[in-house]
């Protein structure tokens, strides 16, 4: 992978992360859903500005997800994009004060090693 469709992965892996973030602090505004407020509840994701900031990030992402592809093979690019889950516990345990067990951090090392594992050229 070249630097350049490196830089690719990552804007669209911390964009993407930046889209989930906002639309956990968007879904903690909402509170929990049940069947008595689904609609209202559907409603609020238009007008509730986290969720529209997540859902924008999203789309960014997929954006530079696209290009990326219009480089690399998905067989390259999908499993790196996991990237992804490292940075996403790392903002929920910094931010949002979540706790990161021992085996999940076992988890998220295997992530690691495998994402290299899938992008590493000799």
Not at 82 to 101: A, M
Not at 107 to 122: A, D, F
């Amino acid at each position: 992978m070249t630097l350049q469709e490196f830089s690719l992965l990552l804007m669209s892996v911390l964009v993407s992360v930046a889209g989930q973030f906002f639309l956990k602090l968007g879904a903690l505004k909402l509170g929990r859903v049940h069947t008595g407020n689904v609609v209202n509840h559907i409603l609020s994701i238009m007008t509730t500005p986290e969720l529209i900031v997540g859902l924008t990030c999203y789309a960014l992402g997929a954006v530079a997800y696209i290009l990326l592809l219009t480089r690399v093979n998905l067989s390259v690019a999908a499993p790196a994009v996991s990237i992804g889950y490292i940075f996403s516990v790392l903002l929920g345990y910094l931010i949002l004060k979540e706790h990161i067990s021992l085996i999940r951090l076992a988890g998220l090392s295997l992530i690691v090693v495998g994402v290299i594992l899938v992008v590493w050229r000799k």
